[in-house]
């Protein structure tokens, strides 16, 4: 595992007199504090060099920062250390027993993901490890071959949307293990459109939601595209120019708002689009309840500039790609089977947007018809473990493909990538 030490978080009581000492002796730079509501916690971070120091100030009394001051008295509180890969490091420390405080990352500040290690394990000092959100390895492109085919994972940065929405009827102390929400309620989601080469050319699957959302919607959906789909592409060594076809799993506009530019062109200026008849004709006549996932400028300019082909049903899009309605979502969501040399992988989008919805009830409330999302789930995942389907989780902030697995009756993810 390499590390670096990001900062040293210091337990304050008095943060004039702290202040006094780091910015007026020191003569140190402050910034602007920030409040972590969720943990009763002001931060105040002084850059020194490639590491900082974190002045931590409680807001309550309640807050871990107020017990740990009147159980041990102000002083350095916990360490940080960066990781490129944090689920990769947190089983790297569960494999050799060591104790954790988080199984699972959660969102830190800045999109970053965050787990503590237990002091007891780390002789006497709080340990937290920390993954950037961007770029950070769970966002880098990763390739497999398969079969005759290439595919390549890549991403359109990240996104946060409701953890109640994204879970419906579970409990928020159910999802909130798998899926930890933020100050404003929101869970941590990636786009990650999936690039399929062959002998016939390049191929895309979904294009992320593009760069056309303005600053108020940017904030309410938590849009972070700092690292966006060409970083991606380009690092895979590819470029949009590359794509010969883009293909939608349904056009909601976080899987197809990045088909169009700022400007409303084609983004992908060599490509044909290829879009479900009927899709379009749901997307192009949004009723109350759909009306604010599907943005007109995402789509109806790739008609006018001609690079649309319709097509109708369940059919092959390509030699070993072939798309397959579920409903559910949308009245004709799809997801895409990618087949060859008898190896199956399947791009799920919505219907499996991450690794927490592998619990065929675990359905979003965003769905306009649940129990055919329920149907259909049930019957494909107990496909998809009988038959070994190489899943592709669109959404999942940390594992972009892995394996359905089931022992003792209990479901789980082998990462693949
Ligand atoms: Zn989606």
Redesign the pocket.
Known sequence: MKATLDHVGIAVADIDAALAFYRDALGLDIEAPEEVTSQRVRAHFIPTGPSALELLEATAPESAIATFIAKRGPGIHHLTLRVDDIVAALAHLKARGIRLVDEQPRPGAEGALVAFIHPSAAHGVLIELKQAASPGANLAPKALAWGDLHLTSVNDGVLRLDGGAMFSVVPRPLWEKKAPADDRNRIL?S?RPLVVQGAWGTLMIDCGAGDKMDAKQRDIYGLDRARHLDHALADAGLSADAMDVVLAT?L?F??FGGATDAALRPRFRRARYLIRAAEWEDATHPHERNRASYLQDDFVPLKAAGVVDFYEGDTAIRPGVRVVRTGG?TGQHQIVFIESAGQTAVFT??LI?TVAHIQDPWIMS?DLFPMETLAFKRRFIREAIDRGYLIFF??DPLVAAGYIREKDGRRYVERVL
């Open positions: 989601l786009m349904h909601h976080d899987h979502h989008a919505d947007p965003y669109e959404h």
